[in-house]
């Protein structure tokens, strides 16, 4: 039996009361996005049990008082109100419509309630804001949309927010990235329950891969869009990446676009939604929270490579940024990296970063992690990125998945 199955078994013995493994629920919220919505409502509502998935029975409720307005003005009535979770195994809030506004503290009572009777818990992309206002997130492993995990760090430093993975299983309590995540998490749970063959005969249903490979870092990793790889910026920004090690600033990069400060500023927010300054620093925190995790360079080497000025920058705006010091940091990681990490972590460095500078990328093909949007997307003074304990390191046995350990 595969450890997820194990879980999953573990959990469905520990349901109280009317609760049913097949019962699914599904907790929807005035505002919220009606494509995430009806992820799992496809999922675990649709007979298709003549394509060999095992049939759910889907109770679709209102977390709050009718009727629910969602995207594009559509009013929706939903067959049953906050009682009925007391009946589901699976609950899942497929999105809130607001990460800085608290959920109803009836429908929070009610996911605690279900928890606590052993109902797995799930939230898809924003739906991890519900689950963590509920305290079912505290001290686990969860995930959320890249754009929006900094803000969930910064809400709910108790949870050990990992951007980078598409879902995770933490057993009784799963979270998973954007849109398309949460169908991997749905086919996830149906793999679970019911086995491989199952979810791959829902995923030939809905015409999706029955895996994806990878996590969010390709979408987290991007320092500008893909369509504007062609813009003089694309080169200047590749070359800023490839040159982190060095000190220089954004009056730099705008002669190397061969335009002046002001219209480079401008033409840099227009293209990447982020000021340059702000892009800048947040790539040399993000080389320095690299070499932290990768290598035993001391703190004062680090900022020398990352191209601070002096240790005392890297550390104002290290904490500004992750919410903790360089050393606390590297501290934190270290503690959680598995055990037998730590050599193939050491020859990585020796053979990927090179003495007098960063690891070479590809000419235009930016590889640095490069939040940017995340920055412009949060608002002002939410565009910290996720404390010491955010970046779970390891990688999933599943592509794109991390599971319970």
């Known amino acids: 039996m595969s450890q997820d199955s194990a879980t999953a078994t573990e959990a469905a013995r520990k349901l109280t009361g009317r609760r049913r493994r097949e019962v699914v629920a599904v907790l929807l919220f005035s505002g919220g996005p009606i494509f995430e ?13 003549d394509a060999g998935v095992p049939r759910y029975r889907l109770l679709v409720c ?3 008082e009718g009727p629910l307005r969602t995207t594009g003005g559509l009013e929706l009535t939903t067959p049953y109100g906050l009682e009925a979770i007391s009946r589901a195994g699976t609950v899942v809030v497929p999105a809130w419509r607001s990460i800085t506004s608290p959920p109803p503290a009836e429908a929070l009572e009610a996911l605690r309630r279900a928890h606590e009777e052993g109902a797995r818990i799930v939230g898809l ?13 505290d001290g686990r492993p969860a995930t959320t949309h890249w754009m929006y995990a900094p803000t969930l760090a910064k809400r709910y430093p108790s949870v050990h927010v990992d951007p980078r993975e598409l879902f995770v299983d933490d057993g009784d309590v799963l979270t998973s990235a954007g849109t398309a995540a ?21 995923a030939r249903r809905l015409v999706v891969p029955p895996r994806r490979s990878g996590g969010q870092e390709r979408y987290l990793d991007r320092s500008l869009p893909e369509e504007i790889g062609s813009d003089p910026l694309a080169e200047v920004v590749a070359w800023a990446l490839e040159h982190l090690h060095e000190q220089f600033d954004v009056e730099t990069l705008a002669a190397r676009a061969y335009m002046s400060r002001r219209t480079f500023d401008r033409r840099f927010r227009s293209l990447t939604g982020s000021a340059p300054l702000q892009w800048l620093i947040t790539q040399r925190v993000l080389q320095a929270q690299r070499l932290l995790e990768t290598s035993d360079y001391s703190v004062d080497e680090v900022a020398g490579r990352c191209g601070f000025r002096s240790p ?9 940024q992750l919410g903790s010091s360089p050393a606390a940091y590297r501290a934190a990681y ?4 598995p055990q037998g990490v730590a050599e193939s972590a050491a020859t990585v460095v020796e053979t990927t970063v090179p003495s007098q500078g960063p690891p070479p990328g590809r000419r235009g093909t930016p590889v640095s992690a490069a939040p940017v949007a995340v920055v412009a997307a949060v608002g002002p003074g939410e565009h ?14 599943l592509p794109g998945q991390r599971s319970a350990p």
């Open 384 to 397: 910290s990125l996720p404390g010491p304990d955010a970046f779970v390191p390891g990688r999933p046995a």
């Open 334 to 337: 270290r503690a959680r990296r």
């Open 37 to 49: 919505s009806s992820i799992p409502l496809s999922v675990f509502g649709i007979d298709r049990q």
């Open 125 to 137: 992309c924003t739906g991890a804001f519900v689950l963590a206002a509920a305290g079912l997130l």
């Open 62 to 64: 209102g977390g709050e």
């Open 312 to 320: 005392v920058a890297l550390r104002g705006h290290f904490r500004r």
């Open 182 to 202: 949460g169908i991997d998490l749905c086919l996830h749970i149906v793999r679970t329950d019911h086995g491989t063959e199952a979810a791959g005969a829902l």
